[in-house]
Nanobody, 122 residues
Framework: QVQLVESGGGLVQAGGSLRLSCAAS????????MGWFRQAPGKEREFVAN????????AYSNTVKGRFAISRNNAVNTVYLQMNNLTPEDTAVYYC???????????????WGQGTQVTVSS
């Protein structure tokens, strides 16, 4: 059974930083691409970033590019999202996601975490 457990969310002031972590289990983690998505109140869930199985290739939404960084440590089955220069518009529930493929493709992730709340105050 695949499990994804996020941590690291919280309340931060605008301009601050947070690092989210997602611990994965239940499948050979190092073979799967991983991603982060978010959902703000009243909005649809949106893509934030993803990373391939090796960590060598990443992709970001335009709204976070240059401020957020996704990384992974396959030795401890964990993916991270470093978020810098946060703004109130980044307030959302952040979800870790796991693809069934080594490289993200057009198919949506197959597995989702329960989410962690990030709140950025102005």
């Amino acid at each position: 059974q695949v499990q994804l457990v996020e941590s690291g969310g919280g309340l931060v002031q605008a301009g601050g930083s947070l690092r989210l972590s997602c611990a994965a289990s239940g499948r050979t983690y190092s073979l799967d691409a991983m991603g982060w998505f978010r959902q703000a109140p009243g909005k649809e869930r949106e893509f934030v970033a993803n990373i391939d199985w090796s960590g060598g290739n990443t992709a970001y939404s335009n709204t976070v590019k240059g401020r957020f960084a996704i990384s992974r440590n396959n030795a401890v089955n964990t993916v991270y999202l470093q978020m810098n220069n946060l703004t109130p518009e980044d307030t959302a529930v952040y979800y870790c996601a796991r693809y069934r493929t080594p490289v993200p493709n057009t198919d949506p992730p197959a597995y989702w975490g329960q989410g962690t709340q990030v709140t950025v105050s102005s």
